[in-house]
């Protein structure tokens, strides 16, 4: 995606990924307690989606992205990255 970097999360991207979290009324909290890709323009985090891996491969869950800056093109990122 033009753009957008799609990536990891690391432990210094928690300040940013609570922050997209809050926007969207979900517990901050999870930030500390989950794993996340994320995805990023111009440098700064706009949508996390938390992951896990199993037996079977990667289970990616519901993306949280910044309402202002465009929902469903940072959504598909996350999945096609």
Same mark, same amino acid.
């Given at each position: 995606m033009d753009g957008i970097t799609v990536r990891w999360g690391r432990s210094e991207d928690i300040g940013a990924i609570a922050r997209v979290l809050a926007l969207n009324s979900v517990s901050a909290r999870d930030a500390f307690e989950e794993r996340f890709v994320v995805a990023e323009e111009r440098g700064e985090i /706009?949508?996390?989606? /938390?992951? #896990?891996?199993?037996?079977?491969?990667?289970?990616?869950?519901?993306?949280?992205?910044?309402?202002?800056?465009?929902? #469903? /093109?940072?959504a598909v990122a996350l999945y096609a990255g």
């Open positions: /706009r949508a996390v989606a /938390r992951y #896990r891996t199993t037996g079977e491969g990667l289970l990616l869950y519901e993306p949280v992205v910044d309402p202002w800056a465009g929902e #469903r /093109r940072l």
